[in-house]
């Protein structure tokens, strides 16, 4: 256990039985009152927020979580098969832990897996990605209006918008946050 004021922003808490991520922990000080700590926290299964007043000598509970680089192998009906590149240890991560943007995974890709006690808590696919488009209509000449878009289908099999430009084979990069378009790759 540890005092109310060990604790850090980007700590992970047990709470009431939960994990919580610490998003912001301010040491408040109100006129001759005693001081106490103010952190805003958000569960890391629900994602709601929870905000709470620590007495500055209060026990916590620090959790001790692990992150770590894995590279993602195949989907396995409700998760993903992912492996440390170190001991080639392979581990079932819940798909859910990744949210949306788990449709742009594609083999031999990066991801970010964060682990409490042996249980994965936390999984995070790059801000972007590289994917070829299999899938698209082709440009009609004289189609060129400014910011026109066309529906594409990249090798992962979700469906993106892209300007008119693109072609079949070409390489884009997408942000995995958003699935948004943001460049041609050569």
Do not use: C, W
Not at 36 to 64: L, S
Not at 80 to 91: G, I, K, P, R
């Amino acid at each position: 256990m540890a005092k109310a004021s060990d604790v850090k922003s980007g700590n992970v808490l047990r709470y009431n039985g939960e994990l919580v991520a610490v998003e912001e922990f301010i040491h408040r000080t109100p006129g001759n009152l005693r001081a106490f700590y103010q952190a805003r926290m958000r569960n890391i299964r629900t994602g709601k927020i929870v905000e709470y007043r620590f007495r500055t000598d209060e026990e916590v509970e620090i959790a001790r979580v692990e992150t770590n680089d894995y590279q993602y192998l195949y989907d396995d009906g409700e998760f993903f098969v992912v492996m440390d590149n170190n001991t080639y240890e392979q581990f079932n991560i819940p798909k859910t832990l990744f949210g949306e943007s788990a449709r742009f995974l594609k083999d031999g890709m990066n991801v970010v897996v964060a682990f409490e006690s042996e249980e994965p808590i936390m999984a995070n696919t790059p801000n972007t990605v590289e994917l070829e488009i299999t899938y698209t209509e082709p440009a009609v000449k004289g189609d060129t209006s400014t910011n026109a878009l066309k529906m594409a289908t990249v090798e992962t099999g979700v469906e993106i918008r892209v300007p008119l430009f693109i072609n079949e084979g070409d390489k884009v990069k997408i942000d995995t946050r958003t699935g948004d378009y943001i460049e041609r790759v050569k």
